[in-house]
T-cell receptor, first 117, second 112 residues
């Protein structure tokens, strides 16, 4: 089974702190994604990466940056955490798109619940 | 930009009743996926629909993709308490575009 591991299940940070959320996948997937999930707002895409060293902004990139130096690892960075970034953060990976069976399917990690005080 | 609307937001049913959630896109989709998130869990892939008018079944779950490839539905027959959770649809605009757009989800509660 594909495994997507997020380093921290729960974090509590203070306003202004720099926060790193780490995500590692073990199935050699090319694509990786960061979403945030808030009640009533569904899953909103922050950033995604097609492959190593590639990144594209999603729908809500403001206040975030990402890093993909290795294929298996996709990091989300909050340069200066704010209270409105308190949320559940979900990482996902996906095999490169195409017509093959199983392509396009997102596999999610367990999530990282961040509280910014 | 592409929008995917999902209704209802919440549905409370008695065990044994049926349940349906609907998903509508503002643009024609290449495919649509459905995910289930159990309380306290993360979204898990259920199914992907690709063809116009496609219907797929998984036991008590029936998934449909509209003829125009702009809407989809998930129907659960005779709900059970194990069906509780939030069901999300995710629409892909075209297979080379990269990102899927998620609906806001329908949260199902089942009263025993």
């Amino acid at each position: 089974d594909v495994k997507v591991t997020q380093s921290s299940r729960y974090l509590v940070k203070r306003t202004g702190e720099k926060v790193f959320l780490e995500c590692v996948q073990d199935m050699d997937h090319e694509n990786m994604f960061w979403y945030r999930q808030d009640p009533g707002l569904g899953l909103r895409l922050i950033y995604f990466s097609y492959d190593v060293k590639m990144k594209e902004k999603g729908d809500i990139p403001e206040g975030y940056s990402v890093s993909r130096e290795k294929k298996e690892r996709f990091s989300l960075i909050l340069e200066s955490a704010s209270t409105n970034q308190t949320s559940m953060y979900l990482c996902a990976s996906r095999r490169l798109q195409g017509a093959s069976l199983g392509a396009n399917v997102l596999t999610f990690g367990a999530g990282s619940r961040l509280t910014v005080l | 930009g592409q929008q995917v609307m999902q209704i209802p937001q919440y549905q409370h049913v008695q065990e044994g009743e049926d349940f349906t959630t609907y998903c509508n896109s503002s643009t024609t989709l290449s495919n649509i996926q459905w995910y289930k998130q159990r309380p306290g869990g993360h979204p898990v892939f259920l199914i992907q629909l690709v063809k116009s008018g496609e219907v797929k079944k998984q036991k008590r779950l029936t998934f449909q993709f509209g003829e125009a490839k702009k809407n989809s539905s998930l129907h659960i027959t005779a709900t059970q308490t194990t069906d509780v959770g939030t069901y999300f649809c995710a629409g892909l605009l075209n297979t080379n575009a990269g990102k899927s757009t998620f609906g806001d989800g329908t949260t199902l509660t089942v009263k025993p």
